[in-house]
């Protein structure tokens, strides 16, 4: 379903990720540039720079902060690890409101052994955890599923249909879900959740990429928006019927375009976006 692309425009945020050789002060400077109104960082790189200057950063330059990547990954094999793992969400939880964004992304993380069952459990019981002080400071947990390639080294919450059976037990407005093209445009029941998403009101996040056939890398084998198999039109549509209408991420893991001179990259993946979204 086109929409006008200024329309499509104002919804575009990069998600830091990325841009993997830039530091947040470059990543928002290039997004002032680019006309991203929005920017989805790193934990790992807003502690580079310090949490009260990132916000400083992100406010001076005009730009919002579509989500904060990331929380989760709750499994561990001793209750004191999964107690550190929960405070360490609690800390992101408090980064999230300083940088002005209600949305938390959650990766959840893998068993901690062979107990697939179990690491489920425990990322249940670490959401459960972390919920009510998101919620008494105005962030909203977003589970993000990942593609079932994922589940032995990253998340063990590999459908959506998955991320929305966790996130049930709450409100919409404490706990939501990712909606990742990459992470489910294989699943035969995608439609049929983003729908169900949508009428739960839990969309949080949509991020976009496109799947290259075959993958050239596990991890950082994500392509630009048009060269690969992902009907994302298809998909960007389906999520504004669901009621979506906040910002839409790009998000590629890519050592190829990470290479490229990080303003190109940014023109470039604008121009897919607009393109192919």
């Not at 002060?25 to 807003?46: E, K, L, M, N, T």
């Not at 079932?148 to 409100?171: I, K």
């Not at 590629?252 to 375009?257: A, D, K, R, T």
Request: proline letters at 6%.
């Amino acid at each position: 379903m086109p929409v006008p692309a200024g329309a499509l425009a104002a919804r575009l945020s990069l998600n830091q990720g990325s841009v993997d050789r830039w530091d947040l002060r470059q990543a928002v400077g290039g997004c002032a540039r680019h006309g991203y109104p929005f920017i989805g960082p790193w934990r790992h790189r807003v502690a580079e720079v310090g949490l009260p200057a990132a916000a400083r950063l992100v406010r001076d330059a005009g730009i919002a902060v579509s989500s904060l990547c990331r929380g989760g990954w709750f499994p561990a094999e001793s209750a004191g690890e999964r107690r550190r793992r929960v405070d360490d969400n609690l800390r992101a939880v408090e980064e999230a409101a300083a940088l002005g964004t209600d949305v938390l992304v959650l990766v959840c993380g893998p068993a901690s052994g062979r107990d697939i069952d179990g690491g489920r459990a425990m990322v249940a019981e670490g959401i459960a955890a972390v919920a009510p002080y998101a919620a008494s400071c105005g962030v909203r947990l977003a589970i993000e599923p990942l593609h079932p390639m994922f589940a032995g080294d990253r998340s063990v919450v590999v459908t959506l249909a998955e991320a929305l059976d966790l996130a049930g037990p709450y409100p919409a407005s404490m706990v939501g879900v990712i909606v990742d093209v990459y992470h489910v445009w294989w699943d035969p029941t995608v439609y049929e959740q983003i729908a169900r998403a949508g009428g739960e009101g839990r969309i949080l996040g949509f991020h976009v990429s496109d799947w290259l056939a075959p993958p050239p890398d596990v991890l950082k084998g994500r392509g630009l928006m048009g060269d690969g198999v992902i009907e994302l039109r298809r998909l960007r549509a389906a999520v504004d019927e669901a009621g979506y209408d906040g910002p839409i991420e790009v998000e590629i893991f890519n050592q190829g375009l990470w290479d490229l001179p990080g303003d190109e990259l940014l023109a470039l993946m604008k121009h897919r976006y607009l393109a192919y979204v």
